[in-house]
């Protein structure tokens, strides 16, 4: 039985993506920070580690307790929208922490194993707000943009050993839990610097109003990880849902 090993998988993309793998037959190791506020189903098939992207002792000892490792899906991540005048350092180097060195951290603790034999791949969940620029995702989209840049060269370096390195890209999800918490923060007030507040009112509308059209699903995702994760011909970077895959068109 294959083992997939997903990082942020309390809610929203990571869940959903597990319990895909399930369904599939596979053998899940889904990792999040607080393993005892997981709602994943109870299964023979599935482990519930607890992993700190952030921080590399978590990473190893969650690694080490997971064994081989078929298939590695970075999926935590850490959502942010505001301008970069807006965006204090220390929330910056958060954000790349999180979407960035976290995948490549998690990254190096399994392709040794992954070379010696012979066989593996790694699947980074990146963001449709880098097919095209959105303001007040400055932050944001730079940190999932190098995740995708990355992925693509690692592609290159680890092809001789026979490891596959892809990225999917989600459209909008405003069911995801980055979501939510994001509007209970705007709803406090004084989210955007007062200069940038009208700015961010007419934004904040606009990306409403895309997101009542087509959007797209954790089941869009799970199925993208998937087909990336067991299909030899999927290309290094896919699109996941109705809209990041118009985004994707037009580029």
Not at 21 to 34: K, Y
Not at 104 to 128: D, F, K, Y
Not at 144 to 169: C, D, G, H, M, Q
Request: charged content about 15%; overall charge negative; some cysteine.
């Amino acid at each position: 039985m294959n083992t997939v090993f997903i990082t942020g998988c309390s809610t929203g993309f990571g869940r959903e993506t597990a319990l895909y793998f399930l369904e599939q037959g596979w053998a899940v190791v889904a990792t999040m920070r607080n393993p005892a506020a997981s709602t994943l189903p109870a299964s023979e098939h599935l482990r519930v580690l607890p992993l700190d992207v952030t921080r590399e002792q978590s990473i190893v000892a969650a690694i080490s307790e997971a064994g081989d490792i078929d298939v590695l899906v970075n999926n935590a991540g850490l959502g942010w929208l505001n301008a970069v005048e807006g965006t204090p350092m220390d929330v910056a180097r958060r954000i790349f922490e999180t979407n960035l060195f976290g995948a490549i951290a998690t990254m190096q603790a399994v392709l040794p194993g992954m070379r010696e034999r012979r066989s593996g791949v790694i699947v980074n969940v990146s963001s449709s707000s880098t097919y095209k620029p959105i303001p007040l995702l400055s932050v944001y989209r730079a940190s999932k943009a190098a995740l995708t840049s990355l992925t693509e060269a690692a592609a290159l370096e680890l092809a001789p050993f026979n490891i596959r390195t892809k990225v999917v890209v989600p459209g909008m999800a405003p069911s995801t839990s980055f979501a939510d918490d994001l509007q209970e923060q705007i709803a406090k007030g004084g989210w955007f610097p007062p200069a940038y507040q009208e700015f961010a009112n007419q934004t904040m509308a606009a990306l409403h109003a895309a997101g009542s059209g087509d959007v797209t699903t954790a089941r869009d995702v799970a199925e993208a990880v998937f087909r990336s994760a067991t299909d030899p011909d999927c290309p290094v970077v896919l699109p996941a849902g109705a809209d990041a895959i118009a985004w994707a068109n037009a580029v």
